[in-house]
């Protein structure tokens, strides 16, 4: 099960090894596609001089579940979400939960 790796409780999320050309609107899309409504928080980190993603990206979602499903989502179809080849697309974020994330990113 791809979503076992997560820490019970665990709730944010960082895709990693997105294309440059991936936005935040692009993120927002395919989260809806399973999880319209279950998640609070999205963040697109973006190379200022470039104007592009820096392959990252950090969803925070209302609870584990959710989480799971996101990782499981993803890696399932790891070719249609535009991951870099060879990277594992999500995993269990450093920061967890919605206020530390507000905290940090913003």
């Known amino acids: 099960d791809a979503g076992s790796h997560l820490e019970d409780g665990a709730t944010t999320v960082m895709m990693r090894g997105l294309r440059s050309h991936i936005t935040t609107d692009w ?6 596609a399973f999880a319209r409504g279950k ?8 190379d200022s001089r470039r104007g592009t993603s820096i392959g990252l990206a950090f969803v ?3 609870d584990h579940k959710y989480a799971k499903m996101s990782v499981d989502f993803f890696s399932q179809n790891q070719r249609m979400m535009s ?3 060879g990277t594992p697309p999500v995993s269990q974020a450093h920061t967890q939960g919605l206020g530390p994330n507000l905290a940090f990113f913003i």
């Open 27 to 32: 993120v927002l899309r395919k989260l809806d």
């Open 39 to 46: 998640y609070d928080f999205v963040y697109v980190p973006r």
């Open 60 to 62: 925070n979602f209302a």
């Open 83 to 85: 991951f870099s080849s």
